[in-house]
């Protein structure tokens, strides 16, 4: 008998309300609240150490919130724990199998776990498990562990995936197979919420971003809206020498209010808004004026990170 | 890696669900079977050494004349399945959770379907299933030196019951000792522990050997316990309540402690 075409249920993935964790004096999240949809590809993007992982723990139920509310697929984490593992897929960021045991056998495990997995020889074909042989886990290289810890994560046929950093340590061509990977199991109705310090990855995949630093939603959209957002482009504007004291600000000054001027360094300076003749003529005026040399101009669309560096006031260090 | 165009493509429609628990638990204890024996370290502890202890016992006792009023085979074999209880369900497991926890394996399968009882369950299984083998190695062993079952059928049915208790002992404390250190330094412990009360805690040689005081001591350790239930078992078919109550009352103690102190992480 065919079993019935699956139908995205209604309401949404995961709701957070209000989450803020502390480990000790340390806030790692700090009230943070969003929505994923379901039949999404959903980035919570952010630097190392702003709050990703814990934030998803919380969904997978490995911590209970301190504060604040979390429901996944309509079930609480920690108290319906058990009614929610066997619907969702987890990728941990690292590890996640026997030392001793062989990838192949591992999946296989984990297969046996869940009512009706995938079949195991098509997934070990597509993430090249195979040739992982007879290696020990604990001998194979970081990008094999994580094709691994992918397929683990999608063999029970979940509905909802979590997967944190799935890409970090793999090489190019593999992170295309992953990306596609991700993208048909969206085809197919899969939620799938994803953390990543990658924004090409974000940006490439995600209906929705969200962009958290320092545990708090700094940004959220699409990748489209985001970086396109109020008809804004950038300049990038870098010189030869040091900006004079004080040059930036006047610069601030003589583009007005419908203009952000971002200092990336001392030599270089990120214009966003509307990129049109006038605001092209007045960096060249304020340029001559300030005897400064422009290495390049570069007029282009914002890109995540400028996006990151314009919310919290800093460079994304990965 | 992604297979030639037209390759089949993988139907990934949601069909979530857990497998009936039954067949999850017997997954995992095969699985964690197959790796106890797959490691060599751990076949050294669980056979290797007690073989040795047995065969070189009953060697030096008779080399030295040592007067025990049963036959040093006799003995010692009681204490020698005593000791690979104890290496198992003790040493090996203290040491393989750590390094679950460590590889993240303890995490990964916290994010299954399984839940801690089938996990528990799993490694209970693999457990005996070892300590089965190492039961015939050391009879068989036993036997070409001699051993004569004095016990009787009451008597094995008494050293099965030890056994199984001395598992749940020393079980609870591997897995409490697991849960309180790092990988590494559980390995160190359990280690040192396992020699330490193989030398002088009672549980090869009777407890007698460390004389009066020593022998009075000893005899609230699981593994002089377990040693004495063992062989009043083997030897006389006996049943020793005080060596059996001193392991239950480890047992519920380290079964509390690992069940408050059990992180998956």
């Known amino acids: ?44 993007l952010g630097p190392n150490g702003a709050g990703k992982t814990t934030t998803l723990e919380v969904c997978e139920g490995f911590r209970r919130p301190q504060s604040g509310s979390v429901r996944v697929l309509g079930l609480d984490p920690t108290r319906q724990r058990r009614e929610l593992l066997p619907r969702i ?31 195991i020889d098509l997934l070990v074909d597509r993430l090249g498990l195979d040739q992982c042989g007879r290696t020990p886990y ?89 970086t396109r957002a109020r008809d804004q482009a950038t300049i990038r504007l870098v010189v030869t020498e040091p900006f004079p004291q004080g040059a930036p600000d006047k610069l601030r000054v003589a583009l007005g209010d419908s203009t952000e001027v971002t200092e ?42 400028d996006v990151f560096l314009q919310v919290t006031g800093r460079e994304f260090e990965a | 890696m992604s297979g030639p165009a037209g390759a089949a493509r993988q139907d990934f429609t949601p069909a979530p669900g857990a497998a009936p628990l039954g067949r999850q638990i017997r997954a995992q204890a095969a699985m964690e079977s197959k790796l106890l024996l797959r490691n060599g370290e751990q076949l050294l502890l669980a056979v290797v050494i007690p073989v040795l202890a047995l065969v070189g016992g009953v060697l030096a006792a008779r080399k030295l004349g040592l007067d025990w009023d049963e036959k040093p085979v006799d003995v010692l074999t009681p204490g020698v399945l005593a000791l690979a209880v104890m290496s198992t369900s003790f040493t090996s497991l203290a040491i393989a959770t750590g390094f679950e926890r460590r590889y993240g394996l303890l995490k990964r399968l916290g994010a299954s379907p399984l839940p801690r009882f089938g996990l528990l369950a799993g490694k209970v299984i693999a457990l005996l299933g070892v300590q089965v083998l190492q039961g015939i190695v050391i009879v068989t062993v036993a036997a070409i030196l001699g051993w004569r079952l004095d016990g009787g059928f009451a008597g094995v049915a008494i050293g099965v019951a030890a056994a199984l208790l001395g598992t749940a002992a020393f079980g609870g404390l591997g897995l409490a000792l697991a849960g309180a250190l790092r990988a590494e330094a559980t390995l160190a412990v359990a280690n040192l522990v396992y020699l330490l009360l193989m030398m002088g805690g009672g549980v090869v040689l009777p407890r007698d050997t460390y004389g009066a005081t020593g022998s009075a001591v000893i005899q609230f350790l699981p593994s002089a316990a377990l040693g004495d239930a063992m062989r009043d078992g083997f030897i006389d078919g006996a049943l020793n309540p005080v060596a059996f109550a001193v392991l239950g009352v480890w047992a519920v103690v380290a079964g509390a402690i690992a069940s408050r102190s059990f992180k998956w992480e």
């Open chain 1, 138 to 226: 604990r001998r194979l290289s970081g990008g094999q562990q994580q094709r691994l810890g992918l397929a683990m994560a999608i063999v029970g046929r979940p509905e909802l995936v979590f997967v944190d950093e799935p890409t970090a340590g793999m090489d190019p061509a593999v992170r295309r197979t992953t990306w596609a990977l991700l993208e048909e199991l969206k085809a197919d109705g899969v939620t799938i919420v994803l953390t990543t310090h990658h924004m090409d990855e974000a940006e490439r995949l995600s209906d929705l971003v969200h962009v958290i630093d320092h545990g708090r939603l700094v940004a959220s959209g699409t990748p489209f809206e985001l």
């Open chain 1, 264 to 305: 990336i360094n001392e030599q270089s300076l990120l214009i966003t808004g509307p990129a049109d003749g006038s605001t092209l003529a007045k960096v060249s005026a304020w340029c001559e004026e300030h005897d400064v040399l422009p290495e390049s101009l570069t007029l282009g669309q914002r890109t995540l990170e």
């Open chain 1, 1 to 44: 008998m065919p079993a019935p075409p699956y139908v995205v249920p209604d309401g949404p993935a995961v709701e957070i309300d209000g989450l803020v964790m502390r480990y000790g004096e340390k806030v790692a999240v700090d009230g943070l609240s969003f929505t994923v949809e379901r039949g999404t590809i959903t980035s919570v």
């Open chain 1, 89 to 119: 897929g987890v990728m941990l960021q690292s590890g996640g199998a026997w030392s001793g045991v062989r990838a192949v056998e591992m999946l296989r495990h984990i297969a046996s776990l869940h009512a009706d997995p995938l079949p």
